[in-house]
């Protein structure tokens, strides 16, 4: 199992621009999230999504928008990249049942918007 | 939501005991207790949770005090790879009251020294 990938690992913008993240799980979890890491601050939760076709808002759902048409995709777009859009995004998967609350994570994607 | 507090940074000589303490003094009584680390560049990953019991298993221990105000997680033999930041969370709730994501801090940065 490859767990939880993202593409692209890094990207640079125009401000402006727009780009769609990606995350895919192959472990058939219901539950995906996408967290944005800044200096000095701790994960923030921007969506997230309990199921196929469903997406709620985080903590910093601004200027972002999500989709989830597949149970193992979960998308984070950006429309109009801004400079305060810069930093890691990482997305997470976990089962809805069993376990506790155990959120795998994928490696990151690096994103700067000039 | 429940918050935690960590010490910024400690230090730990390889081979020891690593303790990492949490302050979760306003946990409510089903909410858990999780522990994440994140190596650098890396997304984070998960450790251990419990509620009230001690809990372990082939990474860490966690000691939970009886009125729940506070854990420790304890690696017992440290090494130099274990050197990281680590997360203490609570579990919070959504804008619809239901518990669904973790609520991240800016955690403890380990050094294990050689």
């Known amino acids: 199992n490859a767990g939880v990938t993202q593409t692209p690992k890094f990207r640079v913008l125009k401000t402006g621009q727009s780009m769609t993240l990606l995350c895919a799980q192959d472990m058939n979890h219901e539950y995906m999230y996408w967290y944005r890491q800044d200096p000095g601050m701790g994960l923030r939760l921007i969506h997230y999504?309990?199921?196929?076709?469903?997406?709620a808002k985080g903590e910093v759902p601004d200027g972002y928008n999500v989709s989830r048409l597949k149970k193992q995709n979960f998308l984070l777009g950006l429309e109009s990249a801004a400079p305060s859009q810069t930093s890691v995004y990482f997305c997470?998967?976990?089962?809805?049942?069993?376990?506790?609350?155990?959120?795998?994570f994928g490696p990151g994607t690096r994103l700067t918007v000039l | 939501d429940a918050k935690t507090t960590q010490p910024p940074s400690m230090d730990c000589a390889e081979g020891r005991a690593a303790n990492l303490p949490c302050n979760h003094s306003t946990i409510s009584g089903n909410e858990y207790v999780y522990w994440y680390r994140q190596i650098h560049s890396q997304g984070p990953q998960y450790i251990i949770h419990?509620?009230?019991?001690?809990e372990t298993n082939e990474m860490a221990s966690l000691i939970i005090t009886e009125d729940r105000k506070s854990s420790t997680l304890i690696l017992p033999h440290a090494t130099l790879r274990d050197t990281a930041v680590y997360y203490c969370?609570?579990?919070?709730?959504?804008?619809?009251?239901?518990?669904?994501?973790?609520?991240w801090g800016l955690g403890t940065s380990l050094a294990v020294n050689p």
């Open positions: 419990g509620l009230k019991n001690n």
């Open positions: 997470a998967s976990r089962p809805s049942s069993g376990g506790g609350n155990e959120q795998f």
């Open positions: 999504s309990v199921g196929e076709g469903t997406t």
């Open positions: 969370i609570v579990r919070g709730r959504d804008n619809a009251g239901n518990n669904r994501k973790l609520i």
